[in-house]
Nanobody, 123 residues
Framework: QVQLVESGGGLVQAGGSLRLSCAAS????????MGWFRQAPGKEREFLAA????????RYADSVQGRLTISRDNTRNIGYLQMNSLKPEDTAVYYC????????????????WGQGTQVTVSS
């Protein structure tokens, strides 16, 4: 089992940027695919981005393509989500997750999850 802790959320003005971090401990992080999701109040959880265990391939939701960049540093057991050109509709709790299967992580949201970090974008 891997434990995940997100950080880096906060309040930012529209058009600004944030970089979220996902620190992993326990099971070897480098053996797992990693993803980012978000959930806004009253809405369903939404997939944002995922990256394979080695970091060589990524996948993004169409709604955030071009504004978000997922990356990872397996030497430090940390994953990142760089968010640019933020909009008020990006306000949500952001979660990272990790699983052996990238497909399962993205499609059915399996694996280990962090507790989330709040991102609030003001207009």
């Amino acid at each position: 089992q891997v434990q995940l802790v997100e950080s880096g959320g906060g309040l930012v003005q529209a058009g600004g940027s944030l970089r979220l971090s996902c620190a992993a401990s326990g099971r070897t992080f480098s053996s797992l695919a990693m993803g980012w999701f978000r959930q806004a109040p009253g809405k369903e959880r939404e997939f944002l981005a995922a990256i394979i265990r080695g970091g060589g391939s990524t996948r993004y939701a169409d709604s955030v393509q071009g504004r978000l960049t997922i990356s990872r540093d397996n030497t430090r057991n940390i994953g990142y989500l760089q968010m640019n050109s933020l909009k008020p509709e990006d306000t949500a709790v952001y979660y990272c997750a990790a699983d052996q299967s990238l497909h399962n992580l993205v499609v059915i949201a399996t694996g280990s999850w962090g507790q989330g970090t709040q991102v609030t974008v003001s207009s």
